[in-house]
């Protein structure tokens, strides 16, 4: 008898102890005294969300506990800083000894090389002046009829002229002040007038050549 009223006195003071997210659930009556089944399906405090721990197994008794408003730290842990720059919003930049060269200011054609290229092909194509940038190459294509009938004038870089249309490069050439100057007049009644060259040395028949070692001063 006597040990049948201590059993019912063991029974009544036993109260089962569960750590919080160590228990599944299907509704609080599986949990322990002040915790209930989350939404998650862990006993745990009201108000509270099991966090799985590192081994991504809930309930090891070391899984963080975290409050539901709060972000979830493995998702906070990957986030780059606001300030993060990566390398696609950054500009591709080549050394220098990479970038094409570039040609003097105001060039009225197209760059190629560090050249600027000036082409005349059609009738009567560039029949205003043509000036060449005061620094850099410079060559000009007078290969239309009666084109480059305006004058040409070349700047202090190297000086490139090929008048190839019938009577192109009417209206003159002025090479004075080039480094070195080369005027072919190939087409019929071509550069009339002469082209002026930098020196006498330097004259070929109505063109200029940069030939002689004292005509080439680039």
Known sequence: MRAYVLLMVVAACYEPHYDRCTVRCASSLDCAPNQVCGADGWCSAAGNT?????????????????????PDARHRDAAPPDDATTTADAPAQLPPDARPPSCGAGCPGSCVGGVCVIVCE?????????????????????????????????????CEVSCEGKDACGGGISCDDACACDVDCAGNST????????????????????????????
């Open 50 to 70: 099991c966090v799985p721990g590192p081994d991504s197994t809930p309930g090891t008794g070391d899984a963080p506990i975290s409050d539901a408003s709060a």
């Open 122 to 158: 059609g009738k009567d194509a560039c029949g205003a002046p043509v000036v060449c940038p005061a620094t850099g190459a410079c060559r000009v294509e007078c290969s239309g009829k009666h084109s480059c009938a305006g004058g040409i004038t070349c700047g202090s870089g190297r």
């Open 191 to 218: 550069c009339e007038p002469a082209a002026t060259c930098p020196m006498p040395a330097c004259v070929d028949g109505r063109g200029c050549t940069s030939a002689p070692a004292v005509c080439d001063r680039c």
